[in-house]
Every structure is written in C-alpha cells, then in structure tokens.
T-cell receptor, first 116, second 112 residues
Framework: DSGVTQTPKHLITATGQRVTLRCSPR?????VYWYQQSLDQGLQFLIQ???????AKGNILERFSAQQFPDLHSELNLSSLELGDSALYFC???????????????FGPGTRLTVL | DAKTTQPPSMDCAEGRAANLPCNHS???????VYWYRQIHSQGPQYIIH???NNETNEMASLIITEDRKSSTLILPHATLRDTAVYYC?????????????FGTGTRLKVLA
C-alpha cells in the first residue's frame, strides 16, 4: 500500500460525458502527478501540481483539466469523452523536493476508465 | 530531456540475479536516474535512484557507469513476484518542471 488513494476504482461512461477522478496523496506529500496509461501508449505524464499550483504539464488534452485543493487532494476532470480516452489513470505523490532528495513518486492503484 | 533505451524483454531464472540495462547517453550532469517497476496493471512502484555513485537498498542495486551514459539495475535473487515491467527514467532538471518520462521499459519474466 503506497498510501495514495484514488477513487473510483472503475468508471464506465459514454462518449461526450464528463467525469472526475479523485486522488488523495500520501500524508505530508506536496506534489501530485497524473498519468494516463492506455494499451498502445504506455505511461504518459499529464500534469503535476505542487502545493496547489501547477508545476509541469505533459501531454494533457485541452478537454482535460486538473486542480489541487488546499487540503492537497487533487481532481482530474475529463470532458467530452471519446472512445480513445479509455485508459488507466494513475495519480502519484511525492514530497516535491529537489531531484534525488525525496522526489520518488508513490503511485495509487489507478482508476480504470471505460468510455463506451 | 534525456531519453532512455531499454531492451523490450528479458527472462531470468528464479533465484538468479536479474541485470536490467539502461542506456541514457544524453544525460546531463545534474540529472538523476530513477528505476520503477509495474506489476501487471498496478501502480508503478519506486525501486531506487542515483546520481553517479552506485546505490543499494533492500530491493535492488543500481550501478551507474563512470561516464553516466548507462546504468544497470540488479535484483540479486529474482523471485516470481519480480515479474514486471521495469522502467528506467532520467529526471529532467529543467527549473520548475518535474516531468517523469516513462519509456516502454523492459518486461522481465522470472522463470520457475
């Protein structure tokens, strides 16, 4: 158990819909990261937040957005869903320090999103 | 951003050492090498990281060449539970960004 929780575990929805995925980081971690893993794309970094502020952006679509709240939990919002958005979505957290010093990421169990 | 190259797959006999290589020939002087693994569809698990010295923890050892252009993750006594995809990652040091770029990894199969 990494200490990172994600809800829901599974989500099935239809094209065009909007969903929200939730992540609670490990106690004391200030950074939250979101990743998407689909069968043909591998693990893709989406976005990182540090103490409520966006720090780094990866291959995140404009239809997707995220935020980190004052209690440090984070939500990933996916809208106008398409079939290709079906994937595992992972959240990770870290202390948020400099590279090599407490920056190892701890991953949650993931949310499996299926878009029909 | 430094990129990494790993063999797509490897087999290892149970109880033997598994040596997983990674090439990161464009690594910068202040970039760290991290290793993670993913068992089936579980969330990736941190294993070890290093800068230039060899590192060891309860899970594995990390050997980084003197020129830092490659590294090897060593699982000293592989078990069936070590079957997983292993990712070697170089952490970009661009100011303010902390992107992890996962490649395709090495699929390690530990054989009974």
């Amino acid at each position: 158990d990494s200490g990172v929780t994600q809800t829901p575990k599974h989500l099935i929805t239809a094209t065009g819909q909007r969903v929200t995925l939730r992540c609670s980081p490990r106690s004391g971690d200030l950074s939250v990261y979101w990743y998407q893993q689909s069968l043909d794309q591998g693990l893709q970094f989406l976005i990182q937040y540090y103490n409520g502020e966006e720090r780094a952006k990866g291959n995140i679509l404009e239809r997707f957005s995220a935020q980190q709240f004052p209690d440090l939990h984070s939500e990933l919002n996916l809208s106008s869903l398409e079939l290709g958005d079906s994937a595992l979505y992972f959240c990770a957290s870290s202390l948020g320090g400099l590279a090599g010093r407490g920056d190892e990421q701890f991953f949650g169990p993931g949310t499996r999103l299926t878009v029909l | 951003d430094a990129k990494t190259t790993q063999p797509p797959s490897m087999d290892c006999a149970e109880g033997r050492a598994a040596n997983l290589p990674c090439n990161h020939s464009t690594i910068s002087g202040n970039e760290y090498v991290y290793w993670y693994r993913q068992i089936h569809s579980q969330g990736p698990q941190y294993i070890i990281h290093g800068l230039k010295n060899n590192e060891t923890n309860e899970m594995a050892s990390l050997i980084i060449t003197e020129d830092r252009k490659s590294s090897t993750l060593i699982l000293p006594h592989a078990t069936l539970r070590d079957t997983a995809v292993y990712y070697c990652i170089v952490r970009p040091s661009t100011s303010g960004t902390y992107k992890y770029i996962f490649g395709t990894g090495t699929r390690l199969k530990v054989l009974a």
